[in-house]
């Protein structure tokens, strides 16, 4: 089985957090980083979320190109928990035909609440809105995603 390209997307603390933890499953490969603070930009990834080595992934500002030239399986969306302020980085990534493992706490509120959000990951069949469980790496829970809960035992 081939490792499922992850692109990070926010490297604050939690995003920091979440991507060492994926960079030490041998299950996941991050192929992008993404941030818009300039001090993390143009930065080795492994350096910004406090590795010991390189990982030879550079952290851009332009999340389109990003997504564009990385081909993730997965996003691991960490920016903001205002949905309102994160919908249009959850399009680009749902244009980008990539699934998504997000921090914004607002995702867990009711349907009823957020129906235009729903109803636009429903009209990308081969998308959805997966979540994460506590394990040892995060371990994505989501139709699309099924296959990769391996990393569970990394």
């Known amino acids: 089985m081939s490792a499922v390209r992850i692109v990070h997307m926010g490297l604050g603390p939690i ?11 041998r299950a996941f490969k991050i192929v992008g980083a993404i ?3 300039p001090a993390k930009a143009g930065r080795d990834v492994g350096l910004v979320i406090g590795l010991a080595r390189r990982l ?3 952290v851009q500002e332009n999340a389109a190109a990003t997504l564009r030239s990385a081909k993730p399986d997965i996003v691991v ?11 249009p980085e959850l399009e680009a990534i749902l244009a ?6 997000s921090t914004t706490e607002e995702l867990v509120y009711p349907y009823h609440a957020h ?20 394990s040892r790496c995060p ?4 139709t699309r995603a099924w296959r990769w809960t391996g990393c569970r035992y990394c």
């Open 15 to 25: 995003g920091q957090a979440v991507a060492r933890q994926v960079a030490q499953c």
């Open 35 to 37: 941030d818009v603070d």
């Open 56 to 58: 030879g992934i550079t």
């Open 77 to 87: 969306h960490c920016t903001s928990s205002s949905l309102a302020r994160v919908m």
């Open 96 to 101: 980008a035909k990539s699934a998504i493992v």
């Open 115 to 134: 129906r235009r959000q729903a109803t636009g990951a429903r009209r990308r069949p081969s998308t959805d809105w997966p979540g994460v469980r506590e």
């Open 139 to 142: 371990e994505p829970v989501s």
